[in-house]
């Protein structure tokens, strides 16, 4: 089968890092995305990983390990903003996206 | 903005009523979704297209849905017969078929079913 795993919420402090893991089964595999979604808006794109390793992108990088089913999201130099809920999104055999429920950070003074 | 746009963005409608709503992608690409997401979920898949052609459907999707995109530009997802469980947000995303195929979400239409 297919499956997602994210913690449910996380709580960080503004400056702090956090990183949000992911573990997932797909029935093949073509790529892992990251979105973010601010409450009550759409989903947007964040980073994404097609091979092993990491890919930096200002505060935010993404690590994959395709042999293990995992990848994190790492967010640096924690903003009020990052405040939102944070989707990842393996794509499997038929190329299209998985979505899991997505982890709720909450980021405090 | 991504480009996306959703049209309406709030509906309000009782229960037994049809509702329509469209979605006007990023005009280059060729491939559209539809999605459904409540409270505390992830998005869950409805249907995409290709161009005109509609590839896939969730089999999950009630007969009470459907959705054309005639000409291979905007789109329109109908819902007939409403019930009090469709009440949800509806998202659309557009992507370029090419290897990373990103997908661009429109803004959403919020519906209320009473």
Do not use: C, F, P, Y
């Given at each position: 089968g297919q499956n997602i795993d994210q913690p449910t919420e996380m709580t960080a402090t503004e400056g702090a890092i956090v990183q949000i893991n992911c573990t997932y089964q797909t029935s093949g595999f073509n790529g892992l995305f990251w979105y973010q979604q601010h409450a009550g808006e759409a989903p947007t794109f964040l980073s994404y990983n097609v091979l092993d390793g990491l890919e930096e992108k200002g505060r935010f990088s993404s690590f994959l390990s395709r042999s293990k089913g995992y990848s994190y999201l790492l967010l640096k130099e924690?903003?009020?903003?990052?405040s939102a809920s944070y989707l990842c999104a393996p794509r499997g055999s038929n190329y299209q996206l998985i979505w899991g429920a997505g982890t709720k950070l909450i980021i405090k003074p | 903005d991504t480009g996306v746009s959703q049209d309406p963005r709030h509906k309000i409608t009782k229960r037994g009523q049809n509702v329509t709503f469209r979605c006007d992608p990023?005009?280059?690409?060729?491939r559209l979704y539809w999605y459904r997401q409540t409270l505390g979920q992830g998005p869950e898949f409805l249907t995409y297209f290709q161009n005109e052609a509609q590839l896939e459907k969730s089999r999950?999707?009630?007969?009470r849905f459907s959705a054309e995109r005639p000409k291979g530009s905007f789109s329109t997802l109908e819902i007939q017969?409403?019930?009090?469980?469709?009440s949800a947000m509806y998202l659309c995303a557009s992507s370029l078929?090419?290897?990373?195929e990103t997908q661009y979400f429109g803004p959403g239409t919020r519906l209320l079913v009473l």
């Open positions: 924690l903003q009020m903003k990052d | 990023i005009s280059e690409h060729n999950l999707l009630s007969d017969r409403t019930e009090q469980g469709d078929l090419v290897a990373q």
